[in-house]
């Protein structure tokens, strides 16, 4: 059944997604940037669970918009230090408050109690 919410979620978050011109891994990026502000490409990619060389490319996209800017390390020149701009986290607000809007759609559906639990049991599934 998870799997199953899975791909129900992603399908109604990539309308969104692509009405404000990302693409879901981009989505990740500034919300991950957005929740710690500094850090390299091998420990975004870490945190994130993906490849540190394939978000060279969703980095390379969000820089050319200027949702995020990318700086040599100080401490180790080989390494880039990224931060999300305002306009990126002005976009990734606004995506997030479009996700959230049609989450309430789906939530409205269960009773109060049932929400209740719901939304427990998944915040317990997700932070453990």
Not at 69 to 90: F, K, Q, W, Y
Request: aromatic share 4%; glycine share 4%.
């Amino acid at each position: 059944m998870l799997a199953q919410l899975t791909r129900e979620t992603v399908a109604a978050e990539q309308p969104v997604l692509d009405a404000h011109g990302l693409s879901m891994w981009a989505y990740i990026v500034l919300s991950a940037l957005d929740n710690s502000p500094i850090r390299t490409q091998a420990t975004l990619a870490e945190s994130i669970g993906a490849d540190k060389t394939r978000i060279i490319p969703v980095l390379d996209e969000l820089q050319k918009h200027r949702y995020i800017e990318r700086v040599p390390d100080p401490d180790d020149r080989r390494a880039r230090l990224l931060t999300i701009t305002e306009s990126g986290r002005s976009i990734k607000n606004a995506v997030q408050a479009d996700i959230q809007r049609g989450e309430e759609r789906w939530l409205a559906h269960l009773s109060t109690e049932d929400r209740s639990v719901f939304l427990r049991v998944l915040q317990q599934l997700t932070f453990g």
